[in-house]
């Protein structure tokens, strides 16, 4: 059972939201700086680990050792045509890891470290679940993860390789377009029903570092994703670069500096290209971007409009109005047919892009979604639609694979063609076959049938290899193993079930033999057996699978009505028992061999993980306790100057002074990479002088108001004490023996204040003190426990008043009279006459007639 709070994450290649679905709606979490957005950054500095905005701003002055981007390298091989793009836009060293897979090479303690993008991916989800976790104030280990459309199922695979690192369970992956449609579809009120056309919408998604582009169906309670198209490489950096090149070149010819031979200057100038980039996308006139101190402290200056800006990216466009087209004519629809455009992603700003919407899809594109965070929102409500916890509307969604997936296997010998199949099925002939076409529907499963002698191996692969990012386009092996034919060296079925999960990931989810067995069923009579016996051997070759119990325990079926035995020839006769050849299913084991890491790496790297976390933790209470070591030196350095001057000698603030200059000192020498006890023993030793100032100044200030409090105190009882013993009425009702006691204590602490006022006449402002305030103010509590509840214990209630006498002279005569003449109370006379004499204001009220509505008060 997932947990009460989950979470939805999107990781971008520069940014990352965090989505909770909380108080009725979906909440995207700040972090420790108050941003919405979290950078997806790492940095490594010496044994120290920083993630997020810690993290960022390193990028300049630690720039080897600061991993972004680290997303669009998680699944990919060292080959991909896609590493190779992303080694022109790191400015950290991408290698080759174990299996050939893509890694990052860093420099942590000294050492070089080979990472895998999965471990950095882990780290960076870390530290979003402990921003989760700070805001909403619980354990967080239920994720969503957002995947971009184009992810392969190596890709996917290592997503969940990353979040079993951090320690958290990936409940869902959702490609980033189908989440933009459940953020748009969830909160649609308006949707047309079941029964009627769906709205159909597109949505065009330009990120940082590739454009997803999707056209979604939707009706009330349900979306289908139609058509999706992308290219992986191209986004919003692709502009920044555009601009970059151009002012690198107009550099090196003005200034001669040759910008692209130094990183850090590289970076500051892309910072301040991406700067300019959104400066034009509001405003046409001439921008002018300037950059002080690029390099050999030589400032550089040009300007750029939007109009030389668009004729710099026409490639881009030219792609990206591709990809729209692609998508359109994907889905079959013509522009007349769509519902809206939405744009969502930063790069969907820029208005060019904005114009080629226009003139593919024929209208204006909308922006009714938040265009940074539609992500983050859709996979928190993913979240709560798979989470318990939550009561969502019902909703539907059917995504669409990106890719086709085919099956091969090797030739057999066997003649499948003399085969007798049942029809359950797909029957597998020939060597491959295409099992999920591009664009089809998941999840999904499709069940394929074998007949095979013995074990045999399944290889899972995109059917065209051109349309990946990605050199291999293998998916994994999947080895059927247990294949014993029943009987012996004759062919057996074996069904295998093909699937795509709601994760985009294939499988082969089980497979099964199907033995052919021999069991004694019921048949009806003679005169309708040959009938029966057909249709039941039709219906049995028909059925996926059919269990022993459900043919041996079903019962013969009973005569309409009880016949007496009878010797007759047309009588019924009983069901005879004949022979009958079913399938009975079989499980076996399917050993699949997918880009996984395998158990022993998971361990590695979540045992290395967990140490570096560890190390992060003991790293930030070395922290936190080295600057309450700064804090108290200045701190007492400007207390010795002016609350504790008084209270301290000449020799004890030089003595305190030298001390406090000597740790300053160590604080920035010596002590930078201290160890976490050596800074608590010098703390503690400085505390140990310091300490002992403020007490001096803590009493001397609080002393006055401890004696007042206390002798007032005494004061009060003091005065109750007197008039109880000169007979004031107001305490005329407590006992001696309690007066008694009040005394004892009161006397007592007079005593003790006393000697207190006696002591503190001897200190000096400079000498330590032996009595404190705090024992006046035990003193005084102890003394209002003690006396409070006597004298403030209240007077008893005085005695009743005696009842009061007749209301009048007559009343009691006539009761009297009325008692003396009265006889028996059954007599009806005289109770009639008793009550007919007595005055009209002594006589008891009647009780009302039936049906008559009482007076109630």
């Not at 009725?24 to 905005?53: H, K, M, Q, Y």
């Not at 001057?645 to 160590?666: C, I, Y």
């Not at 009743?800 to 007749?806: K, N, R, S, T, W």
Request: proline share 5%; glycine share 6%.
């Amino acid at each position: 059972m997932m947990s009460s709070s989950v979470v939805g994450f999107d990781v971008g290649s520069v940014t990352s939201y965090i989505g909770a679905a909380k108080g009725g709606g979906v909440e995207i979490i700040a972090n420790e700086v108050s941003d919405r957005c979290t950078p997806s950054c790492v940095a490594f500095n010496g044994a120290s680990r920083f993630l997020g905005s810690a993290a960022e701003q390193q990028m300049v002055t630690n720039i080897a050792n600061t991993v972004t981007s680290f997303s669009r390298l998680i699944g990919k091989m060292g080959n991909d045509p896609i590493v190779k793009i992303e080694r022109e836009f790191a400015f950290y060293q991408i290698v080759c890891g174990c299996d050939g897979r893509a890694a990052i090479q860093v420099q942590i303690n000294g050492n070089s470290v080979v990472l895998l993008p999965e471990q950095v991916l882990a780290m960076h989800l870390h530290k979003l679940a402990e921003i989760a976790e700070a805001n909403l104030g619980t354990k967080i280990v239920d994720v969503v993860l957002s995947a971009p459309s184009y992810f392969t199922d190596r890709e996917r695979r290592a997503l969940l390789d990353a979040s079993r690192i951090a320690g958290l369970n990936c409940m869902r992956i959702v490609s980033e377009t189908t989440a933009i449609g459940i953020a748009y579809g969830l909160t649609k009120k308006d949707l047309p029903s079941v029964d009627q056309p769906p709205r159909n919408v597109a949505f065009v998604s330009l990120g940082n570092s590739s454009l997803q582009i999707a056209v979604i169906s939707f009706n009330a309670g349900k979306m289908k994703v139609v058509s999706a198209a992308c290219d992986p490489c191209l986004g919003g950096r692709d502009f920044d670069m555009c601009i970059f090149n151009h002012v690198a070149k107009e550099i090196e010819e003005k200034y001669n500096l040759k910008v692209l031979h130094n990183k850090k200057a590289s970076l500051r100038l892309l910072k301040s290209c991406e700067r300019l980039k959104k400066v034009m996308s509001t405003n046409s006139t001439k921008i002018p971007i300037n950059v002080e101190c690029l390099m050999d402290d030589t400032d550089i200056s040009s300007s750029m409009n939007r109009e030389f800006f668009e004729s710099l990216c026409v490639p881009l466009l030219v792609r990206i109005k591709a990809t729209m087209e692609k998508a359109l004519a994907q889905s079959n629809l013509k522009p007349g047919e769509l519902h809206s455009v939405e744009l969502v992603g930063g790069g969907t700003r820029i208005p060019a892009v904005k114009k080629l919407v226009k003139d593919v899809f024929g209208m204006d594109g909308s922006t009714t979604l938040n265009a940074d965070e539609a992500v983050a929102r859709g996979c928190a409500l993913q979240a709560a639609i798979c989470s318990p916890a939550f009561k969502v509307r019902e909703f539907s969604i059917v995504d669409a694979c990106p890719y086709s997936i085919s099956l091969h296997w090797k030739p057999t010998d066997e003649l499948l063609e003399s085969v007798n199949d049942d029809g359950a099925g797909e029957l597998a002939k020939g060597t491959t076959t295409e099992v999920f076409k591009h664009l089809a529907n998941f999840p999904s499963s499709k069940q394929l049938k074998f007949y095979r002698k013995g074990d045999f191996t399944l290889t899972a692969c995109y059917s065209n290899p051109e349309s990946l990012h990605i050199a291999n386009p293998s998916i994994g092996t999947f080895k059927i193993t247990n294949v014993v034919p029943t009987p012996p060296d004759s062919l057996c079925q074996v069904r295998i079930k093909a699937r795509v999960n709601s994760n985009g990931i294939f499988t082969i989810s089980n497979a099964v033999i199907m033995d052919r067995v021999e069991k004694e069923v019921d048949v009806p009579a003679e005169d309708s057996k040959a009938e029966t016996t057909a249709s039941a051997v039709t219906a049995q070759t028909k059925m996926d699978a059919v269990s022993e119990a459900s043919v041996v325990n079903e019962p013969p079926k009973p005569p309409a009505a009880a016949v007496a035995p009878t010797t007759d020839t047309g009588a019924e006769q009983l069901p005879a028992k004949q022979k009958k050849v079913v399938l009975r299913p079989r499980d076996i084991p399917v050993e699949a061999t997918t880009s996984h890491l395998s158990h022993e790496q998971l361990l590695e790297f979540t045992d290395f993980q967990a140490k570096l976390n560890q190390h992060d933790k003991i790293e930030r209470e070395r922290l936190h306790l080295k600057n309450a070591l700064e804090a108290y030196v200045y701190e007492m350095r400007d207390k010795l100057e002016t609350c504790l001057l008084q209270h301290t000698t000449v020799a004890e603030r030089d003595s305190f002074k030298e001390l406090l200059n000597e740790t300053e000192d160590w604080i920035y020498g010596e002590g930078e990479d201290a160890k976490k006890s050596v800074i608590s023993n010098r703390l503690d030793t400085l505390k140990q002088t310091g300490d002992r100032f403020c007490i001096r100044f803590s009493e001397f200030e609080s002393r006055p108001l401890a004696i007042r409090a206390l002798s007032n105190a005494c004061e009060n009882i003091q005065r109750v004490v007197e008039s109880y013993s000169s007979g004031d009425s107001n305490y005329d009702h407590l006992c001696k023996e309690d007066m008694t006691k009040v005394e004892n204590a009161l006397r007592a602490k007079q005593q003790y204040l006393q000697t207190f006022l006696e002591t503190v006449g001897k200190l000096q402002p400079t000498s330590d003190p032996s009595v404190f305030s705090a024992d006046l103010y035990n003193a005084k509590n102890e003394l209002d426990r003690i006396c409070n509840p006597i004298i403030s214990r209240p007077k008893p209630a005085p005695p009743p008043p005696p009842p009061a006498a007749a209301s009048t002279e007559n009343c009691g005569t006539k009761n009297e009279e009325t008692n003396k003449g009265h006889v028996d109370d059954t007599t009806p006379n005289s109770s009639a006459k008793s009550a007919t004499d007595l005055p009209n204001d002594c006589k008891e009220p009647k009780a009302p007639a039936a049906g008559e509505d009482m007076d109630v008060d």
